[in-house]
């Protein structure tokens, strides 16, 4: 019973993330065009000018909550679909553990495409504190990622499944480009 109502509110919740993650920029289209009457944009409701909105104008956070609304969604829609399966194989501290192994995946791969960037335009004097810190967060993802497979393993032995584990596999992917352009997203903030 706890399974089916945890998915339903997580469906609900993807749901409001989905509606917020689209409703949001058209709102910012509607408010930017209204303000401003001399604007000519030619073809101003297209994808393109929404492109703009969601990436420029609000740093990508709108496709930030599409992402964990479609993330949420598809978990939801998969625990309740094959509840049977998710209650035999799984449990609560596996799905953290793959999810926090997705989380600090994509934290990683971050870090060592901010450093790659930073290296391949010889940008390691314009960005003192950035450099260093992309370093460092690498190596740290790493360690913690070796850390949290180990446990991960463990505690997958305790209740060993093939089925499990692909459950928890999908999991991680799934949410792993959530993570991955959500972390993306905080870079901009600080760099």
Request: charged share 10%; glycine share 8%.
């Amino acid at each position: 019973m706890k399974l089916k109502s945890f998915s339903l509110s997580a469906l609900a919740a993807g749901v409001v993330f989905l509606a917020v993650g689209l409703i949001v920029p058209l709102v910012k289209m509607i408010g930017i065009s209204s303000d401003n009457a001399n604007v000519g944009i030619i073809g101003g409701a297209d994808s393109p000018t929404f492109g703009f909105v969601v990436f420029r104008l609000m740093n990508g956070w709108p496709f930030c909550c599409v992402l964990i609304g479609v993330s949420l969604i598809l978990t939801a829609l998969f625990c309740l679909v094959f509840s049977k399966h998710v209650k035999q194989n799984c449990t609560v501290k596996t799905f953290i553990y793959s999810l926090s192994l997705s989380a600090i995946t994509a934290l990683g791969a971050v870090c060592v495409l901010l450093w790659g960037t930073i290296v391949a335009f010889n940008d390691t004097e314009k960005y003192p504190f950035t450099y260093p810190l992309s370093v460092v967060g690498g190596m740290l993802c790493f360690f913690v990622f070796a850390v949290l497979a180990v446990i991960y393993c463990r505690e997958r032995k305790k209740r060993w499944s093939a089925k499990g584990l692909v459950i928890d596999v999908l999991a991680g992917t799934v949410c792993l480009p959530t993570f991955f352009f959500c972390f993306s997203c905080l870079s901009e903030i600080f760099v």
